[in-house]
């Protein structure tokens, strides 16, 4: 169940409307209905809510909705509007700015923006008159998409950022704190009660180890590394999910996230020998190549005519273009070579006719 359904399960009512409306605070919301009236500003002005195009503000003690420059950055790529600026002016150590907003259409939009450069000089001074003309651009496309209540709300002179749950749109326990709302004691018990509430969802619907409630949980709500990780928001959203999840659903994730268990063992077991097997042959002996190569003759002439000391010795001879009384007087590629030759892989050496000795092999071997 994904949080697209979920704030998709009712419209914004005319109830939750009028509590925006006349208290102005969306605090007072639920968060599905704050979700719900989120997407509905989205619609309204052509935006993906998904995309997070306005943030949440504190101003003056109430929660409000703001829109950043990446916001009208948005409208005005999606409305084809241009901008320019009309006119400037300093007065009383601040910066004016009228900008200008033109659509398709021909219809225009003006707005002001204004910055104080007091005591600025230099790169700050420039910066400054550029962050007027970014708040004029911005106030004028705000006004001229019918966002007006939003164009005079401006981040960095009368409120701060507020944190929320970007699913759910819950108000963190930090911000209840900072609110007002909650003390710091009472943020940890919302947050240790969401936790219990959490673990008894999982109990209730079966759902025991580590391992297959964090595969679980990644099905509902996303990839997570660790559940005491998330949000108090989320942490009470994944409880809610697994409440509501039917049977039939929860059976089919299970099942999925139990194969996705046995991979992941699976490839670690493969990992693990890998490992295993490189740390054996880093710490085997090297072997001596006259050594491996006198085993290899032996492996290959063992129930042949060159089994024999003369045959041996003569095949060497024949193979090497010298003479040959020992093997121990060859080197390691040397008895290569005829092993080689013994094992049939050397074309470019003539064949030796021997009749099939009776002697038993040396010791040189």
Sequence with gaps: ????????????????????????????????????????????????????????????????LYAPRTCTDQLAAKHRLGARVLERWTEDDIAYVLGEITGPDGRTTQDVGAVPIVGLKGDQLANARMKAVTKAFRRATLRHC????????????????IAVDPETHALAPSEEVLRGSLTVE?????????????THAFAK????????????????????????ALTTAKVLHLAELLTDLDQTSLEAI????????EEEDVRQARAEAAADSVEQRMNQPERD?????LA???AVAKGTEYAADEARHAVATHVLGKHVSSFRDLTADEIHRVADYVDGRDPHVQTLDLAPPDEEPDDDL
């Design 186 to 198: 009472e943020a940890d018990a919302v947050r240790r009660k969401a936790l219990t509430q959490l």
């Design 1 to 64: 169940m994904s949080t697209d359904a979920l704030a998709s399960r009712a419209p914004v009512s005319a109830d939750d409307m009028e509590r925006v409306l006349v208290g102005g605070d969306l605090a007072k919301l639920t968060p599905s209905m704050r979700l719900n009236y989120y997407r509905a500003r989205c619609e309204i002005a052509g935006l993906d809510w998904r995309t997070q195009p306005f943030l949440y503000l504190n101003l003056q003690g109430r929660l409000v």
């Design 254 to 261: 299970v099942l999925q996230a139990q194969s996705e268990i």
């Design 205 to 228: 619907r079966g759902l025991t180890g580590t391992r297959l409630k964090l595969h679980v949980a990644t099905h509902l709500i996303g990839p997570i590394a660790d559940v005491k």
């Design 296 to 298: 290899r003759f032996h």
């Design 146 to 161: 019918g966002l007006s209540e939003m164009a005079d709300v401006e981040a960095d002179t009368v409120g701060r950022p």
């Design 289 to 293: 190549p006259r050594q491996s190569a």
